[in-house]
């Protein structure tokens, strides 16, 4: 199994900056990548931004320019700096790990943004 542990998640207003962090642990080998998706109240969970193993970031349209996701592999974490966020980035974010077929989740952080 795979455990996952995410903090950073916070009240924040419009145009403000958050940092989210997700530490993963347990059977973590052969991972090919860790990511972030959110889920807005009444919405469904949708990606946000991944991170293969080999470093190669991916980002939602609605993110790009705003946000980046990074990854320290002597950690094993991967972080998400969210920059200019807007009311509409308002939701539960989980921490993902995939590996093949196979995905892990994280119990997920709230991030709240204000107007």
């Known amino acids: 199994q795979v455990q996952l542990v995410e903090s950073g998640g916070g009240l924040v207003q419009a145009g403000g900056s958050l940092r989210l962090s997700c530490a993963a642990s347990?059977?973590?080998?052969?991972?090919?990548?860790m990511g972030w998706y959110r889920q807005a109240p009444g919405k469904q969970r949708e990606l946000v931004a991944r991170?293969?193993?080999?470093?190669?970031?991916y980002y939602a349209d609605s993110m790009k320019g705003r946000f980046t996701i990074s990854g320290d592999n002597t950690k094993n974490t991967v972080y998400l700096q969210m920059n200019s966020l807007k009311p509409e980035d308002t939701g539960v974010y989980y921490c993902?790990?995939?590996?093949?077929?196979?995905?892990?989740w994280g119990q997920g952080t709230q991030v709240t943004v204000s107007s």
């Open positions: 993902n790990v995939f590996r093949g077929r196979d995905n892990y």
């Open positions: 347990g059977s973590i080998f052969s991972i090919n990548g």
């Open positions: 991170i293969t193993s080999g470093g190669a970031p």
